[in-house]
């Protein structure tokens, strides 16, 4: 494991490679409609921070990187879409959780493994996925706009991060519907 993965003592591993201010304005997203659908190109910025370790049940200890996600508007420069999370990672199996939450009532927690190798100065890919037992929401969503299952794919090379993610729903009468996001961001700081 490289020494640019140890952050004030703590190995982060490939979560290392997130931490900074990270901005991209390439986004596009794809969002349902009750007609149809809608495409909004956008912008944002992620910070992800170094935020310790955890230990559960005496046996197993993750490293933690925690984010927030503000997306914009490009037609009118309005944020419409919140984050706030954590990237996980257990280095005994190389296993990653991502968790969330977003301000309309659903949280995930989207678990993956990472290939081939754990180390930040390489391409990585963080690749997490969850079914519906992976996401919780509340009663109002569950019923009119109901989120059954989410993939993210996080690429990170450098300075340079890539990611499409889908969240599936049922929503307006379509049956999973697939609501994706994609964008290219560089590291600001
Ligand atoms: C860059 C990321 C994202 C953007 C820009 C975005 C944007 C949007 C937009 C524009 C809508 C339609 C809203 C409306 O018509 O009022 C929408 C709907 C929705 N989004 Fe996202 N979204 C993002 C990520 C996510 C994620 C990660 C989830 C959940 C895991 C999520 C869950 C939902 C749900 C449940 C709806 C249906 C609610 C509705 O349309 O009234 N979104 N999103």
Redesign the pocket.
Known sequence: MSEHCIIDGINYGPLAALVGTWEGDK?V?R???PEGE?R?P?Y?TILFEAAGDVTNAEKQTLSVVRYH?V?S?KSNNEV??D?IGYWLWDPADNSIVET?T?P?G?A?VATGTLAPAADPEQELVFDVAADASG?V?APF?FK????TA?T?TLTVKGGQMRYT?T?V?D??GKKSYD?T?V?TLSRVS
């Open positions: 986004g997203d969002a349902p409609e809608e909004n956008y944002e996600q997306v508007r419409f879409h984050q969330f977003i309309r659903v995930v996401i929401q969503m009119q706009a109901r989120s989410f993210h993610e969240t729903l929503i307006y609501h996001d964008n």
